[in-house]
C-alpha cells in the first residue's frame, strides 16, 4: 500500500520556542492498531511525503525586524519602531531559533509516515520532487523479497498482563554490507482478538471525530466567508454542513 501525505504528527509541541510536551497518544495508538493489522494481512505500507524538497529558510511573509523574548508566534517578530524599546536579546538568536523551530517543525510532521513504514516493513520517501522516481523506487523495492515466516510458541499469547506484549523480530544476514528490513514484531494477540468490535452509532461518531485519519463516511461541506469590521479587523466565518442522511448519522 502506497500512502500520499504531508504529515502526521506524534509529538504535541507548545507554540512559540521549540518544547515537546509529549507523545500524541491517540495517534499514536490508532498507528499501531494500523501497523498490526497490516503485519497480520501480510500488507507493506509505503509512505510519500509530496511536499517534496522543503524550503525552510525565511519568505517574503516572514518579518525579521526584533520582537520582545518569550513571544509565542510562528512569525519571527512584530513590527517596532525601536529596537530599543524591545528586549536586548539578540537579533541572531531570535533569526537561530526561529529557523530551528521551523526545522524541527517540519520533521515532527514526517514522523508518523516514518512510523507506519518502518513498522511494516516499508520505505518512507521524502525530500524528493520527482514523485514519478518515488514511486519508482516502491516498485523497485517490491520486485523481489524474501517471505520468511514461522509459528510462534503458544504461550506467545498466553496473557501475563493486562496489556498484551509485543514480540519483537529480529533478522540478521552474514554477509557484510547486506542491510535488511523487516515487519518489526507483532502483538501476543490471536488473530481474532484483533478483529474491531461493532460500534454502536454513538461510538462511531465518536471515532470519527477523534480518529487522526481522514474518513468519507460522513460528508461535510465547509463554507468559508470572509469579512473585515473597523474593531475586530478581518476575519472568517465558517459554515459547516453535516449531510444527515448519510448511513452512519442515521445509524444504519
Known sequence: MILFSDGMRLMITERGPIKMVGTNQRV??????????CNRSSVVIYTIDP???ASLGFTAADQLSSSPSGQGSDRLSEPAETVDQLDREPVVGQVSAALSKRSQDFSNTQEGLNFM????????????NDISAAL??????QSGYYL??????????DKKSAKPLFHTITVRVKRRGMHVRTRTGFYGVPDQSTRPARRTRDEQLMAALTSPFNGGGIHLRLTPLFGNSPTKGSFIDSLLYVNGDCPLVRGK
Open 148 to 157: 520468511i515466516g514461522y509459528t510462534p510458541d503458544a504461550s506467545t499469547f
Open 117 to 128: 513504514a518502518h513498522e511494516t516493513g516499508g520505505l518512507f520517501v521524502h525530500n524528493t
Open 51 to 53: 511536499r517534496g524538497v
Open 136 to 141: 519508482n523506487q516502491v516498485l523497485e523495492d
Open 28 to 37: 499514536l495508538d490508532s498507528l499501531r492498531r494500523l501497523t498490526e493489522l
